[in-house]
């Protein structure tokens, strides 16, 4: 079950089911089971050329094939903990051993919660998004960005 897989990564698993039970996020720890890499909204988004939520997840849902969370304007693909020790881009930071990530209940993806949904549901348990992927996405976002840029000065 996901959820148990998850739970994991919990400092005080009792805790954070009540915190999931409540509707709200668990901190979860990155760098042992999972790690997760924080894109900002208007890189996604320009990637996914489009800004409704759902068009967006599911975008992020072929293109990474794994899940992603989206909190508060951006967007965390978990990745393997091993994506850390290599990651390195300064659009898009790689959470690090020792960092804490805000994860909501398994069962929400309501793109209209301000704490946070899962964009991207993990189907299984520990179902990860390729970290090259993840960077793929990056590079074609600075791609069409540098694009319009360009075309906006003719």
């Given at each position: 079950?996901?959820?148990?897989?998850?739970?994991a990564a919990?400092?005080?698993?009792?805790?954070?089911?009540?915190?999931?039970?409540?509707?709200?996020?668990?901190?979860?720890?990155?760098?042992?089971?999972?790690?997760?890499?924080?894109?900002?909204?208007?890189?996604?988004?320009?990637?996914?050329?489009?800004?409704?939520?759902?068009?967006?997840?599911?975008?992020?849902?072929?293109?990474?094939?794994?899940?992603?969370?989206?909190?508060?304007?951006?967007?965390?693909?978990?990745?393997?903990?091993?994506?850390?020790?290599?990651?390195?881009?300064?659009?898009?930071?790689?959470?690090?051993?020792?960092?804490?990530?805000?994860?909501?209940?398994?069962?929400?993806?309501?793109?209209?919660?301000?704490?946070?949904?899962?964009?991207?549901?993990?189907?299984?348990?520990?179902?990860?998004?390729?970290?090259?992927?993840?960077?793929?996405?990056?590079?074609?976002?600075?791609?069409?960005l540098s694009?319009?840029?360009?075309?906006?000065?003719?």
């Amino acid at each position: 079950m996901v959820q148990d897989w998850l739970l994991a990564a919990a400092p005080d698993v009792q805790q954070a089911r009540w915190e999931w039970s409540e509707g709200g996020l668990t901190f979860l720890r990155c760098g042992e089971l999972l790690t997760a890499i924080r894109l900002p909204g208007d890189l996604v988004r320009t990637a996914a050329a489009s800004s409704d939520p759902t068009e967006v997840g599911t975008y992020l849902a072929e293109v990474l094939d794994g899940p992603v969370i989206a909190s508060r304007g951006r967007y965390y693909p978990l990745v393997l903990p091993s994506a850390g020790v290599a990651w390195q881009h300064p659009d898009a930071e790689c959470l690090a051993r020792g960092t804490w990530l805000g994860v909501p209940p398994v069962t929400e993806t309501n793109c209209q919660n301000p704490l946070g949904y899962w964009a991207v549901p993990m189907r299984r348990p520990g179902e990860l998004c390729d970290a090259n992927a993840v960077l793929h996405l990056v590079q074609l976002a600075q791609h069409r960005l540098s694009g319009q840029e360009a075309g906006d000065g003719n």
